[in-house]
């Protein structure tokens, strides 16, 4: 069993440039969400979803935007990379309603680097 | 402002000791607290859990205690292992906020010398 995967796992971009990132879950989970970690700050939301065709803003949502056209994807678009978003990128997912005890399901991360 | 702190950002303990990690919340909304833990390279794994309505939940070797009044938790390991060397992630749950994302602390990092 899968569980949550992220691609690509390592990018560098150039200031400016966009990319996509991809998280895959094959728990069939409502919720994902989309965390970077940067050193001394620990995981830091940036993004949720809370079902297929719904987005939400998070803590730090500034320079990304996502999309959940299907339930097991969630995509984070970055559109004009810059050097603070350089950082690790967690996905997550959970399940919905009573069942949520918060617990989330994370991904490998995926490692960016902006120049 | 920060809603959950782990104000030691590392531990060192001895193989066979108690490893003591602990964290400090503001919002008493908070209904779930958890802990996480991270190697490096890897995605935070779940740990522990504990309800805002109880004040203790055992699982093996850890075991999470919540004092309320204090708003403090705190996560003991005993006895530690070499492995249990990693990053450790206090989060909490906001019942009545976003739905079902959790607030993470800045982490605390245990290593257990042999």
């Known amino acids: 069993n899968a569980g949550v995967t992220q691609t690509p796992k390592f990018r560098v971009l150039k200031t400016g440039q966009s990319m996509t990132l991809l998280c895959a879950q094959d728990?069939?989970?409502?919720?994902m969400y989309w965390y970077r970690q940067d050193p001394g700050m620990g995981l830091r939301l940036i993004h949720y979803?809370?079902?297929?065709?719904?987005?939400a803003k998070g803590e730090v949502p500034d320079g990304y935007n996502v999309s959940r056209l299907k339930k097991q994807n969630f995509l984070l678009g970055l559109e004009s990379a810059a050097p603070s978003q350089t950082s690790v990128y967690f996905c997550?997912?959970?399940?919905?309603?009573?069942?949520?005890?918060?617990?989330?399901?994370f991904g490998e991360g995926s490692r960016l680097t902006v120049l | 402002d920060q809603q959950v702190k782990q104000n030691s950002p590392s531990l060192s303990v001895q193989e066979g000791r108690i490893s003591i990690l602990n964290c400090d919340y503001t919002?008493?909304?908070?209904?779930?607290f958890l802990w996480y833990k991270k190697y490096p390279a890897e995605g935070p794994t779940f740990l522990i859990s504990?309800?805002?309505?109880?004040d203790k939940n055992e699982d093996g070797r850890f075991t999470v205690f919540l004092n309320k009044s204090a708003k403090h938790l705190s996560l003991h390991i005993v006895p530690s292992q070499p492995g249990d060397s990693a990053v450790y992630f206090c989060?909490?749950?906001?019942?009545?906020?976003?739905?079902?994302?959790?607030?993470f602390g800045k982490g605390t990092k245990l290593s257990v010398k042999p």
């Open positions: 997550a997912s959970s399940l919905a309603g009573t069942a949520n005890t918060g617990e989330l399901f």
């Open positions: 989060a909490a749950r906001n019942y009545g906020g976003s739905q079902g994302n959790l607030i």
């Open positions: 504990i309800s805002s309505i109880k």
């Open positions: 979803s809370v079902g297929e065709g719904t987005t």
């Open positions: 919002n008493s909304m908070f209904d779930y």
């Open positions: 728990m069939n989970h409502e919720y």
